[in-house]
C-alpha cells in the first residue's frame, strides 16, 4: 500500500500564499505523476495541478500563474506553492499519486485533504 500525508492548509486572506506538502511513503517501486486535487463546498473534486516524473506539468486555467507544482523525488513528495489566493481557491486540498508498488501493481493513491480557507 502507498500512504500519502499533507500538510500546510490553513486560513489566509485574499491575495495571501500558501505552501502544500504532501509526502508518499509505503511499498513503492515508482511514482509516474503526484498531484493536487481540490474540492469547493457543493463542487466536484478538479484537478489543480500535476507533475510528472520528468518535471512535466499541467494547471488548470483558473490556477496558471498563481500556483506553482514541484516535486522531489528523493523525498516521494510533492509540493503546490500557491500565491495571489482568492476566495474562490477555497476548497480542501487532495495529494494524489500514480505509479507502481513493489509486487508490480499499480496503483492509485489519495491523501486525507487539507483544508485551504481564503477569507478576510
Known amino acids: 500500500q502507498v500512504q500519502l500525508v499533507e500538510s500546510g492548509g490553513g486560513l489566509v486572506q485574499p491575495g495571501g500564499s500558501l505552501r502544500l506538502s504532501c509526502a508518499a511513503s509505503g511499498s513503492i517501486l515508482s511514482i509516474t505523476t503526484m498531484g493536487w486535487y481540490r474540492q469547493a463546498p457543493g463542487k466536484q473534486r478538479e484537478l489543480a495541478a500535476i507533475i510528472t516524473s520528468d518535471g512535466t506539468t499541467n494547471y488548470a486555467d483558473s490556477v496558471k500563474g498563481r500556483f506553482t507544482i514541484s516535486r522531489d523525488n528523493a523525498k516521494k513528495s510533492v509540493y503546490l506553492q500557491m500565491n495571489s489566493l482568492k476566495p474562490e481557491d477555497t476548497a480542501v486540498y487532495y495529494c494524489?499519486?500514480?505509479?507502481?508498488?513493489?509486487?508490480?501493481?499499480?496503483?492509485?493513491?489519495w491523501g486525507q485533504g487539507t483544508q485551504v480557507t481564503v477569507s478576510s
Open positions: 494524489n499519486a500514480e505509479g507502481r508498488q513493489r509486487d508490480f501493481r499499480n496503483y492509485v493513491s
